[in-house]
Every structure is written in structure tokens, then in C-alpha cells.
């Protein structure tokens, strides 16, 4: 199995290693898989109902026939309105869930979590997302952040798996955003437009932000404490730097899956075979994510720079997502620029993956069928 002769391993043996400057050609032309195109599920979107039609124009244009939206709302609160969209877009755009976590400190947050779980499943509504502010922003009565894994916060996820909707879990962010914002760091591109992503030295409390290490360590500790829950690791796991520590949760958790949204420049970094071989022995376990956001303003892809992105560049956000699972080009151009400027191989996937990670694992974990042609 992958993780044995991964896990296995000496640390330099399962480290990323350095892309190829960004500009060099790739040594391989792309080529597509054989036997047609595969139709795609993206489980992880952030579309505004304002701006359905260009969402689904551009889902459309690159074969995506069904999309996940993790901006859905809650009842009262926009799931009505994106019950609506679902209907009006023949089923191509459905949505997940929302809580206010903020109502934690309220005596009743449990009451308000159930019924707020049961109500989202009755509409429509396909599983639950959970942001990072649990663990980088959300803070209890006496100021302190609050983790990942506090039991006060147990009602939510057993709610969840007893009620049949997965829970998309964002916990922490890329390590350098936990290291300081200066010229060299490689992601400053991204946290000059963006400071308020650095969780380095205090945060707003006057407390230490959490180290990248204990915000895994929580999230591996919520997946852990509730088996009968399905957990999908948002952003490769949260871990996209580690893919060997990936590899681990999802050995040792049954109930555990992955996404790949706003991550293939992480993971694309390292090896290709070792990637390769990750996706293969992994191929019921991953499931397809780009983190496109769409609203009135213009497009996030993946992340956002000085200004929204272009129908133009979304056309190489969603190819070189392509390229790289298809391919075994060399020294391409990752899908997302402002985070990082360096270059990726293609893992060049048999058919077989790549039906599961495009559609059929997101069909099993959702209960999702594809949409009518």
C-alpha cells in the first residue's frame, strides 16, 4: 500500500521539493484522457445567488455539470434562496449549509444546532461547511479562541453524521501564512493584498494565534471523536504541505475524505510519482475541488489578488486543474499564480481515478446524481 512505503519513509524522502521557475516550458505537450470527456463535480464553490448565471456559464464551459456551494447559508438566513437556485439550475448548483457558531456562548446552542441541522436537510441542502474561523476566530465568553475540538461544540458533528450530511471541515491555512509577513515569505504575494491572513504572533485578543502543528492536531482530534461522521477535509486536508500526514488520517480514518480545492500548487509541488501514487492508492477518498468564487464584484480563483480574476484567466485556472491530473507534463504553470511562483508536474491519472475523483466519489458521499443532460 501507498503508505507503507511512504509513511515509512525518512523525513527527505516525503518532502516537497521545489517546483521549477515559473516561465520555463513544459518539457511534455498535455494530453487528454481517452474514451471522451469525464463529466466533473466541484464540491467546493462559493457562489453569491447574484451571480448564478456566470457561475454556471463558467462551470458549464469546463465540464463541471454539478457544483457544490459551501456559501448556502442557513434556514432564514440565504438556504432558501439557494433551494431556489438549485431548482431553477436543474439541480447544477446545490448547496451546503452554514452555522452561526457565534451563538456557541448562548445557553441555547445545542437546540439551535439540531434543529438548525434537521431544517438544512429537509430543504435540500447536502451537508454542512465549517469554516476556519473555528479555531482562528471564533472566541468564547472569556476572550479565548476556541478549538477545533471543544466538546462544547460536539452537538454540531454528531448532529451532522446522525443526519446523514458530511461536514466540510476548513481548519487552519498554509504554513506560511503562521510565519511573518515579510518580502521572504513565499506566499507575500498573497498576504501583502491580504494581511489579515497572517496567523503570526498575536491575534486580535492579545493571545498567540495556534501553531499550524496544533490546528492539525485539533482537526485530526474532531475527525476522531465522531466515527459515525463523514469529514471532508477541505484544502487537501488542511494539509497540503504534509500529503504524507494526509496520507495517515486517511488509513487510519474510515469516515475521513479529502478535497483538492485551491491546492494543487501545495501538493503539486512535490514529486510527481509520489503524488501519483498518493491519488491511486487514495482514489475513493479524494474528491474534486477548485474553491472558485463567483459574485457581482468578479471571480476568486482559488485566491484573490489586487483586483477579481477574468473569464479569460478562469479558462486557465480550470485547464491547468486539468493538466495536472491528466498529464504528465512537466514545469507547468500551477492553476493559482499569487500563491507561489514556482511550477508543477502532471500525475497523468488512469481513467479509472479520474472518474472517482471528478464525479463518482462525490456522488457516493453526497448522495448526488448528475444532472440530465
Given at each position: 500500500m501507498f503508505c507503507t512505503f511512504c509513511l515509512g519513509m525518512p523525513a527527505s524522502g516525503c518532502s516537497p521539493r521545489r517546483g521549477r521557475e515559473a516561465g520555463k516550458?513544459?518539457?511534455?505537450?498535455?494530453?487528454?484522457?481517452?474514451?471522451?470527456?469525464?463529466?466533473?463535480?466541484?464540491?467546493?464553490?462559493?457562489?453569491?445567488?447574484?451571480?448564478?448565471?456566470?457561475?454556471?456559464?463558467?462551470?458549464?464551459?469546463h465540464g463541471i455539470v454539478l457544483g457544490l456551494n459551501a456559501s448556502g447559508g442557513e434556514p432564514g438566513r440565504g438556504l432558501e434562496t439557494s433551494i431556489e437556485l438549485a431548482a431553477r439550475s436543474g439541480g447544477r448548483l446545490l448547496p451546503?449549509?452554514?452555522?452561526?457558531?457565534?451563538?456557541?456562548?448562548?445557553?441555547?446552542?445545542?437546540?439551535?444546532?439540531?434543529?438548525?441541522?434537521?431544517?438544512?436537510?429537509?430543504?435540500?441542502?447536502?451537508?454542512?461547511?465549517?469554516?476556519?474561523?473555528?479555531?482562528?476566530?471564533?472566541?468564547d465568553e472569556t476572550g479565548a479562541l476556541v478549538p477545533v475540538d471543544d466538546?462544547?461544540?460536539d452537538v454540531v458533528f454528531e448532529s451532522a453524521g446522525q443526519l446523514g450530511l458530511p461536514v466540510l471541515l476548513h481548519s487552519g491555512?498554509?504554513?506560511?501564512?503562521?510565519?511573518?509577513?515579510?518580502?521572504?515569505?513565499?506566499?507575500?504575494?498573497?498576504?501583502?493584498?491580504h494581511p489579515d491572513w497572517s496567523f503570526h504572533g498575536l491575534a486580535p485578543n492579545g493571545q498567540a494565534w495556534p501553531s499550524w502543528q496544533a490546528l492539525l492536531e485539533q482537526f485530526e482530534a474532531r475527525v476522531a471523536r465522531h466515527p459515525r461522521t463523514t469529514f471532508m477535509g477541505a484544502h487537501f486536508g488542511n494539509?497540503?504541505?504534509?500529503?504524507?500526514r494526509?496520507?495517515?488520517?486517511l488509513a487510519k480514518y474510515p469516515n475521513y475524505v479529502i478535497d483538492t480545492a485551491a491546492r494543487v500548487p501545495e501538493f503539486g509541488r512535490h514529486p510527481a510519482a509520489w503524488m501519483r501514487s498518493f491519488f491511486i492508492e487514495f482514489q475513493d477518498r479524494v474528491l474534486f475541488g477548485s474553491d472558485l468564487g463567483v459574485g457581482p464584484s468578479g471571480l476568486t480563483?482559488?485566491?484573490?489578488?489586487?483586483?477579481?480574476?477574468?473569464?479569460?484567466?478562469?479558462?486557465?485556472?480550470?485547464?491547468?486543474?486539468?493538466a495536472?491530473?491528466?498529464?504528465?507534463?512537466?514545469?507547468?504553470?500551477?492553476?493559482?499564480?499569487?500563491?507561489?511562483?514556482?511550477?508543477?508536474?502532471?500525475?497523468?491519472?488512469?481513467?479509472?481515478?479520474?472518474?472517482?475523483?471528478?464525479?463518482?466519489?462525490?456522488q457516493r458521499i453526497f448522495k448526488l446524481e448528475l444532472p440530465a443532460k
Amino acid at each position: 500500500m501507498f503508505c507503507t512505503f511512504c509513511l515509512g519513509m525518512p523525513a527527505s524522502g516525503c518532502s516537497p521539493r521545489r517546483g521549477r521557475e515559473a516561465g520555463k516550458p513544459a518539457e511534455n505537450a498535455p494530453s487528454k484522457p481517452d474514451a471522451g470527456p469525464i463529466p466533473k463535480i466541484d464540491v467546493h464553490l462559493h457562489i453569491d445567488p447574484a451571480a448564478a448565471s456566470e457561475a454556471l456559464a463558467i462551470l458549464a464551459e469546463h465540464g463541471i455539470v454539478l457544483g457544490l456551494n459551501a456559501s448556502g447559508g442557513e434556514p432564514g438566513r440565504g438556504l432558501e434562496t439557494s433551494i431556489e437556485l438549485a431548482a431553477r439550475s436543474g439541480g447544477r448548483l446545490l448547496p451546503l449549509c452554514n452555522l452561526r457558531f457565534s451563538l456557541m456562548i448562548d445557553p441555547a446552542f445545542a437546540e439551535y444546532a439540531r434543529a438548525t441541522l434537521e431544517r438544512c436537510k429537509q430543504l435540500g441542502g447536502k451537508g454542512l461547511k465549517v469554516s476556519k474561523f473555528v479555531g482562528l476566530g471564533l472566541t468564547d465568553e472569556t476572550g479565548a479562541l476556541v478549538p477545533v475540538d471543544d466538546a462544547r461544540l460536539d452537538v454540531v458533528f454528531e448532529s451532522a453524521g446522525q443526519l446523514g450530511l458530511p461536514v466540510l471541515l476548513h481548519s487552519g491555512d498554509p504554513k506560511a501564512f503562521f510565519l511573518p509577513n515579510q518580502p521572504e515569505n513565499e506566499r507575500h504575494d498573497e498576504l501583502r493584498v491580504h494581511p489579515d491572513w497572517s496567523f503570526h504572533g498575536l491575534a486580535p485578543n492579545g493571545q498567540a494565534w495556534p501553531s499550524w502543528q496544533a490546528l492539525l492536531e485539533q482537526f485530526e482530534a474532531r475527525v476522531a471523536r465522531h466515527p459515525r461522521t463523514t469529514f471532508m477535509g477541505a484544502h487537501f486536508g488542511n494539509a497540503a504541505e504534509e500529503p504524507e500526514r494526509v496520507a495517515r488520517m486517511l488509513a487510519k480514518y474510515p469516515n475521513y475524505v479529502i478535497d483538492t480545492a485551491a491546492r494543487v500548487p501545495e501538493f503539486g509541488r512535490h514529486p510527481a510519482a509520489w503524488m501519483r501514487s498518493f491519488f491511486i492508492e487514495f482514489q475513493d477518498r479524494v474528491l474534486f475541488g477548485s474553491d472558485l468564487g463567483v459574485g457581482p464584484s468578479g471571480l476568486t480563483l482559488g485566491s484573490g489578488g489586487d483586483q477579481p480574476g477574468t473569464r479569460a484567466e478562469s479558462r486557465l485556472f480550470f485547464e491547468r486543474h486539468w493538466a495536472y491530473f491528466e498529464t504528465s507534463a512537466r514545469g507547468m504553470a500551477h492553476p493559482t499564480p499569487i500563491q507561489g511562483r514556482w511550477t508543477v508536474d502532471g500525475i497523468g491519472l488512469p481513467r479509472a481515478a479520474l472518474e472517482k475523483l471528478y464525479h463518482r466519489n462525490a456522488q457516493r458521499i453526497f448522495k448526488l446524481e448528475l444532472p440530465a443532460k
